[in-house]
């Protein structure tokens, strides 16, 4: 009988060795599939993080291109002005200079003519003198 419960026994070693097995196979099979469901869920959980980065990314790229032009725009404006503005007072000084020196010409003219009418008067008087005294002595 020791030989036939020996081979019961190791039939029943064996038998359950199998189901130790089959056991850790299917929890091998079961965490497989569970980790390859997880990186799935991580990588489209990454994909989706990185695909809405990329769009706020692309949305704030053409926001500040946006206000870049508009600020551009603003400048080209305000140099314009600006440069308006400058030729304006650039004119409005010439203008000013031309009226202050037809103005000291004028007066420059008025008192050349004051000085020959003088000259003259002193000239006059000067030959009345001489003349007065030409009598006087002659």
């Not at 020791?2 to 097995?21: P, Y």
């Not at 599939?33 to 799935?40: C, K």
């Not at 409005?92 to 020959?116: F, R, V």
Request: charged letters at 45%; zero cysteines.
């Amino acid at each position: 009988m020791d030989g036939v419960k020996q081979q019961i026994h190791a039939r029943q070693l064996e038998s359950l060795e199998n189901k130790h097995i089959y056991k850790v196979k299917k929890i091998k099979r079961d965490m497989r599939a569970e980790l390859d469901r997880l990186r799935e869920n991580s990588e489209a959980a990454v994909s989706k993080v990185k695909s809405g980065y990329d769009r706020k990314v692309m949305d704030e790229k053409l926001d500040l291109e946006k206000k870049l032009t508009d600020l551009r725009k603003k400048n080209e404006i305000m140099l314009k002005e600006e440069d308006e503005r400058y030729k304006k007072m650039l004119d409005e000084s010439k203008l000013a200079h031309a009226e202050q020196i037809a103005e000291l010409e004028n007066s420059q003219q008025k008192e050349i003519e004051n000085q020959k009418l003088e000259h003259e008067e002193y000239l006059n008087t000067v030959e009345k003198k001489f003349e007065s005294e030409k009598i006087r002595m002659g």
